[in-house]
């Protein structure tokens, strides 16, 4: 079963704009992981937020968890053109074991 | 260079055959996981293990097994009872542990065809 749900599938930018995306989870969590993948390869760790932090700063990448109403956003600001990918949500509960979602898409238009 | 390896990058399979994906990391890490990615559908896990000679089932175990032998192998047997094998294999590795080391490091896949 697929923890995180990504919003949206798909989204498409011009360079310099700020990319949000989005991921509603359903049970309790302990932490919270953003990964990015590019395409036919293998994803790479952005950032982790833990469930008692509601925010976390990672060069032009914010992400925001919050707890009660299970979601959380990363937020990408003055997109470049290689930040192309797709970008995944990560949930982890008890057994510490990530459980991804489906993705966004991101597309980022020189 | 510390990482995790997946081998081969590319993969045909026979209807009927058994074939078995490497995946080798180097970090020390206690947990390793394997996921397979189909389009639209995000990452499946499939078997995980967090200790040697140690492992559990996943969401989409059938057809598949496993072996933990040794820390830094967790090969992935993708036998002839998968019924529809063509995917994108993901292995990555984590210390397994609470604390800031808990994110996965994956490899850089494996991609299976069925021929």
């Known amino acids: 079963s697929q923890q995180g749900e990504e919003d949206p599938q798909a989204l498409s930018i011009q360079e310099g704009e700020n990319a949000t995306m989005n991921c509603s989870y359903k049970?309790?969590?302990?932490?919270l992981q953003w990964y990015r993948q590019n395409s036919g390869r293998g994803l790479v760790h952005l950032i982790l937020?833990?469930?008692?932090?509601r925010e976390k700063h990672s060069g032009r990448l914010r992400v925001t968890l919050d707890t009660s109403k299970k979601s959380s956003s990363l937020l990408i600001t003055a997109s470049r053109a290689a930040d192309t990918a797709s970008y995944f949500c990560?949930?982890?509960?008890?057994?510490?074991?990530?459980?991804f979602g489906r993705g966004t898409s991101l597309i980022v238009h020189p | 260079d510390g990482g995790i390896t997946q081998s081969p990058k590319y993969l045909f399979r026979k209807e009927g055959q058994n074939v078995t994906l490497s995946c080798e990391q180097n970090?020390?890490?206690?947990?390793m996981y394997w996921y397979r990615q189909d389009p639209g559908q995000g990452l499946r896990l499939i078997y995980y293990?967090?200790?040697?000679?140690?492992?559990q089932k996943g969401d989409i175990a059938e057809g598949y097994s496993v072996s933990r032998e040794k820390k830094e192998s967790f090969p992935l047997t993708v036998t002839s009872a998968q019924k529809n094998p063509t995917a994108f294999y993901l292995c990555?590795?984590?210390?397994?542990?609470?604390?800031?080391?808990?994110?996965?490091?994956f490899g850089q896949g494996t991609r299976l065809t069925v021929v």
């Open positions: 990555a590795s984590s210390i397994d542990r609470e604390g800031p080391g808990t994110e996965a490091f």
């Open positions: 049970t309790s969590i302990n932490n």
């Open positions: 937020i833990r469930s008692n932090e």
């Open positions: 990560a949930t982890a509960g008890g057994s510490y074991i990530p459980t």
């Open positions: 970090l020390n890490h206690d947990a």
């Open positions: 293990s967090q200790i040697v000679n140690d492992f």
